[in-house]
């Protein structure tokens, strides 16, 4: 097997005498026999041992280290999935450092190495060493300035590649070809002109920061959120578009840190948001909300700006408002869903269906602290925000923002009366 990397060879006694230690450099490492298998006259492989040899641009022989029976200890314990780790060898006594391999290349070759020399004879299609060359230094990062060079270059994009900006060239979809990278991290397609985001996709597994601002989308679907997306993603742009609602879905996203919806045309946010307990960075500025979900107040956050979300007057005026006349006999339903909540029921997501679980998540609290489920009253209370973020962004004139509560019971709306305000129509 051969596979590329960074590596770095450092003598254990140099290493123990001077801290200076020689820069990683790209490199080829093959592991197999040293020339062509040799076959007994039964057939079998004779039982020559392992090598491992290393090949870079300023070594293009390559350096060759008896694999089999000559490992002192590996090291990968914590950093094998962010592709390095150590080998050290008894002769010569060195140690051999690898970085910015593919996990699952320098998995395969550790587990070849920990294997005892019978077992290692056995393994086949290992290559023979003695034309191991070095390999062109792998593509990590395209730009593309225009449109004809983004769809020329596309097709031929290496595997390899981590990062794709491709900002202001016009794009109004996003190539299915791209989802083909399965190591990009960082893909930028802001400044362009697409209006939807695709719902039969598989994106890459490791993309962990998407721009898609100063775009014409006008939705977020909710298989956008069901993607491999929701476990890697931790920086989503969606600022400067028509966004007008974003899914409860978007909850799923458990490793986002930083959300930017501004400039949006986004009129209610979903009522779990504050279940991205992650969240660092909430940006929903300049968009058209009149309240915001109550559980934004159950995060901590080190940055959020709401600039632009203001209390209606009209609704401001209107403190004590005539009772409603909606209290009805719940359902069974609602009664088994405030059971769950108010008893602390353990409810294992993955054993329920989406619905019902969206269902329990759907409660509102009323100020008394019971659920509300579909019998009850919603309305807003207001909220300052001062200890949800470090940094606060606001309107200054305001003494605090609308947010989404409820009423369980007449007589808690009776109780509650004084702070709470009816909903504005949307
Ligand atoms: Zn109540």
Known sequence: MKFTCKVSVVSVDISRTSHASPKPCHSTVGLGHHGPEKKSSSGEVSSQPLYLKICSGKNKQGTRYKATSNVRAMFHRFAMSQGRATVSLHHPKVDIHFSEAQPGELCQFLTILRLPPEKQKRIENLASLSDLTVAKKAVRKFVADSFAEYRTALPKLPETLEQLRAVSIGLVEIDIRIMRLALLRYLDLSKNSLTALPVD??????????????????????????????????????????????????????????????????????????????????????????????????????????????????????????????????????????????????????????????????????????????????????????????????????????????????????????????????
């Open 201 to 426: 996709m598989s994106w890459p597994g490791s993309l962990t920061q998407l721009d898609l601002s100063h775009n014409k989308l006008t939705s977020v679907p909710p298989e956008f959120c069901c993607s491999t997306l929701a476990t890697s993603l931790i920086n989503l742009n969606l600022s400067n578009n028509a966004i007008e609602s974003l899914p409860d879905m978007l909850c799923t996203f458990k490793a986002l840190l930083v959300l930017d919806v501004s400039h949006c045309k986004i009129t209610r946010l979903p009522h779990i948001l504050g279940d991205l307990k992650q969240l660092r960075r909430l940006d929903i500025s300049h968009n058209q909300l009149k309240y915001l979900p109550k559980s934004l107040t159950m995060l901590r956050m080190e940055e959020l700006s709401m600039a632009g979300v203001l209390f209606d007057p009209v609704m401001l005026s209107r403190r004590n408002w005539p009772p409603p006349n909606t209290w009805t006999v719940p359902s069974l339903m609602d009664l088994a869903a405030t059971a769950v909540v108010c008893n602390r029921i353990a409810v294992v997501h993955n054993q329920l269906p989406w619905l019902i679980h969206s269902y329990l998540k759907s409660a509102l609290s009323c100020e008394c602290g019971r659920p509300i489920f579909l019998n009850g009253l919603s309305c807003l209370t207001v909220h300052t925000f001062k200890g949800v973020a470090a940094s606060v962004q606001r309107n200054q004139d305001q003494y605090g923002e609308p947010i989404e509560t409820g009423a369980c019971s007449q007589r808690c709306f009776e109780r509650f009366r004084h702070k709470l305000y009816p909903l504005p129509a949307l």
